[in-house]
Antibody
Framework: EVQLVESGGGLVKPGGSLRLSCAAS????????MNWVRQAPGKGLEWVSL????????YYGDSVKGRFTISRDNAKNSVFLQMNNLRVEETGVYYC??????????????WGQGTLVTVSS | DIQMTQSPATLSASVGDRVTISCRAS??????LAWYQQKSGKAPKVLIY???SLEVGVPSRFSGSGSGTEFTLTISNLQPDDFATYYC????????FGQGTKVEIK
């Protein structure tokens, strides 16, 4: 069974930093691209970032480019999101999600339960 | 950037109804569209991918259709477990979600 478990959320001041982690199990981790998707309270879903299975290419949403960095450790079956210079409007639940199969553009077939990030002074 | 527009924003329906949710892309995305269901406080769950392929384990009352810029999610014989928010997502160029459609009890 595929399992994705996020951690690392919490309360941070505007301008601060936070590092999210997602531990994966139940599948060959290095064979899949991984994503971060966020959801502000009461709002819709926003794709944040993707990293390929080998970690050789990364994509970012326009709103986080230059501030967030996605990475992965295939030996530890984990993906990370380093978030710097956080803004109040980035408060929300951050989900880790797996891309379906191989290939560049796919939907997301498995999701973690999410971790809450609160940016507030 | 590709924009996704869902309609309606809210839909009131009764158990047993047939409901339809629409999703429009700002440019052609071929069939690179997925539909997700999200219940309150839970992670999204994929229902349909490649516009019309049913995810394993999803009841057959869910179906998807469309290509290019116009897509539809249909739930036939609405069940109590189906009251939730539904999102479309394009994955032709990066990844964009629609704003969601809440299906509520009439």
């Amino acid at each position: 069974e595929v399992q994705l478990v996020e951690s690392g959320g919490g309360l941070v001041k505007p301008g601060g930093s936070l590092r999210l982690s997602c531990a994966a199990s139940g599948f060959t981790f290095s064979g899949f691209s991984m994503n971060w998707v966020r959801q502000a309270p009461g709002k819709g879903l926003e794709w944040v970032s993707l990293i390929s299975g080998g970690g050789d290419f990364m994509y970012y949403g326009d709103s986080v480019k230059g501030r967030f960095t996605i990475s992965r450790d295939n030996a530890k079956n984990s993906v990370f999101l380093q978030m710097n210079n956080l803004r109040v409007e980035e408060t929300g639940v951050y989900y880790c999600a797996r891309s379906r199969g191989v290939g560049a553009y796919r939907d997301f077939d498995s999701w973690g339960q999410g971790t809450l990030v609160t940016v507030s002074s | 950037d590709i924009q996704m527009t869902q309609s309606p924003a809210t839909l009131s329906a009764s158990v047993g109804d047939r409901v339809t949710i629409s999703c429009r892309a700002s440019q052609s995305i071929s069939n690179r569209l997925a539909w997700y269901q999200q219940k309150s406080g839970k992670a999204p769950k994929v229902l349909i991918y490649k516009a019309s392929s049913l995810e394993v384990g999803v009841p057959s009352r869910f179906s998807g259709s469309g290509s290019g810029t116009e897509f539809t999610l249909t739930i036939s014989n609405l069940q109590p477990d189906d009251f939730a928010t539904y999102y479309c997502q394009q994955y032709d160029s990066y990844w964009t979600f629609g704003q969601g459609t809440k299906v509520e009890i009439k």
